[in-house]
């Protein structure tokens, strides 16, 4: 995909006014399913449109712009290697829909997962020609080490932490241990740890043994097809976004 020069998400206060008055959010039910190979409803729905399992942390996010492909937000994911799956690279920009459109409007598509600066995640890779998010649904994980234990832990989209994968679906913690609320001025920074998330990271499933998971359940689902780094070409952003929601001026004349 040809990108217009990437322009830094940290952008000047008065500039981040402006967009604050003119965030325009999308519902975007279609876009999950457009995005996969079927609806993921089930673990197993989840690694047929998976291509690949990999880790990585997010360095930085920067923003982009093409006349069909829309605003994307860009976070480069760093240090990758491959829990399942084959992906070579070792830095991999994941360029997610939404962002600045111009100086007055930001696209926003709350369905989509944020991922944030200086954060590890366990992710699932699409195999689909993607247009949305180059991420399974929400099979995205913030890794975080349990203080106790001293290994890695899983946080979902939700902010709970996850105890448990089988085939039948994921379990989570009762309680979030992290923030979900997005700070529009500062969308990018890593949220914190809520007070006492300690005890519920300490009954979390570990990354070995989610993984482990994952191999068992690879026998009945096994990954296929490529992931492609690129947004498809056969779709127009603002026209597939108004299919949900029309677009407007926050600021109307």
């Known amino acids: 995909m040809r990108y217009q020069e990437a322009t830094s998400a940290r952008r000047l206060p008065q500039f981040i006014w402006l967009l604050l008055t003119a965030i325009l959010v999308m519902a975007s039910s279609t876009g999950a399913i457009a995005d996969s190979i079927r609806a993921v409803e089930t673990p197993l729905d989840a690694l047929a449109s998976t291509a690949a399992i990999v880790e990585g942390t997010i360095r930085e996010n920067t923003y982009t712009f093409d006349p069909a492909a829309g605003p994307r937000t860009v976070a480069t994911l760093a240090d990758v290697t491959a829990d399942f799956g084959r992906l070579d690279d070792k830095t991999l920009p994941l360029a997610t829909l939404g962002g600045p459109i111009s100086e007055k409007q930001e696209l926003f598509i709350p369905e989509l997962p944020v991922l944030t600066d200086d954060t590890r995640y366990l992710l699932f890779l699409t195999n689909a020609d993607w247009f949305f998010s180059p991420v399974v ?8 080490t349990d203080p106790q234990r001293g290994t890695d832990v899983l946080i979902a989209p939700s902010g709970r932490a996850v105890v448990g994968l089988s085939a ?15 700070d529009f001025i500062s969308p990018h920074a890593k949220p914190r740890l809520r007070e006492g998330a300690a005890a519920q990271l300490a009954t979390a499933m570990s990354k070995q043994d989610f993984l482990a998971a994952v191999r068992d359940l690879l026998k009945a689902a ?12 056969d779709r127009v952003w603002n026209q597939i976004t108004a299919e949900a929601a029309p677009l407007r001026d926050a600021n109307p004349r």
Do not use: W
């Open 222 to 233: 096994p990954l296929q097809g490529e992931f492609r780094s690129s947004p498809t070409r």
């Open 137 to 144: 649904e929400n099979y995205v994980f913030r890794l975080e």
């Open 168 to 182: 039948d679906g994921l379990e989570f913690s009762q309680e979030p241990v992290m923030d979900t609320q997005i």
